[in-house]
Structures are given as structure tokens and as C-alpha cells.
């Protein structure tokens, strides 16, 4: 059975830190390009951030860019979600999914992780 789950999720302070860790199983996700996404209380599900299978090339939601950083380690089919200067906005569940052969559509998704960040 083909898996990805997430964990590192949890309540901080606004202005603080979390790394959302998420890790693949039933197969390797060596290959895909993966991607961490978020959906927020009534609203829909936004793009936050991608990396590509070799790392060489990362795009993260302006939202974002300068405060998370993406990473990924192939041995451990494992994805990283650093996230810094956390803002009350951030409050969402977190999903990473891996990317299949079309570019953009992402075939597997985890069950999520919420973020909940407080001012």
C-alpha cells in the first residue's frame, strides 16, 4: 500500500517554528518531484511548496517565500516542511503529495497535518 504521512504539525506562537516531516511508503518517491500543500478553514486547498526529485529545483506560494523552506532526503523517501515566522495566516492542515508523470498533477496525497498558529 502506497503511503504518505505527515507529522510534525502542532500549535506555536505567532513569530515561531515547525517541521512538518512527511514520509513515503509502498514505494519510492525518489523520482517525483514532491510538493506540500495547505487548506485553511473554508477555503480551498493552495500550493505551498515544491521540490524536485533531485532537489535542483524548489517553487514556493509568495505567501511564503523567505519564512518556509523545502527539503528532501531520497534515502529516507522523506520531504521536509521547515517553516519560520509562523503568522496566525498559516492556520491550515498541511499535506505533502507526490507528483506523477504529468507535471502538476500530484497522484498521491498524505492525510494531513494541522498547523494552528496563534497571535
Known amino acids: 500500500q502506497v503511503q504518505l504521512v505527515e507529522s510534525g504539525g502542532g500549535l506555536v506562537q505567532a513569530g515561531g517554528s515547525l517541521r512538518l516531516s512527511c514520509v513515503g511508503s509502498?514505494?519510492?518517491?525518489?523520482?517525483?518531484?514532491m510538493g506540500w500543500f495547505r487548506q485553511a478553514p473554508g477555503k480551498e486547498r493552495e500550493f505551498v511548496a515544491s521540490?524536485?526529485?533531485?532537489?535542483?529545483?524548489?517553487y514556493y506560494a509568495d505567501s511564503v517565500k523567505g519564512r518556509f523552506t523545502i527539503s528532501r532526503d531520497n534515502a529516507k523517501n522523506t520531504v521536509y516542511l521547515q517553516m519560520n515566522s509562523l503568522k496566525p495566516e498559516d492556520t491550515a492542515v498541511y499535506y505533502c503529495?507526490?507528483?506523477?508523470?504529468?507535471?502538476?498533477?500530484?497522484?498521491?496525497w498524505g492525510q494531513g497535518t494541522q498547523v494552528t498558529v496563534s497571535s
Open positions: 521540490m524536485s526529485w533531485s532537489g535542483g529545483a524548489t
Open positions: 503529495a507526490a507528483e506523477g508523470t504529468l507535471a502538476g498533477l500530484y497522484n498521491y
Open positions: 509502498g514505494r519510492t518517491f525518489s523520482s517525483n518531484t
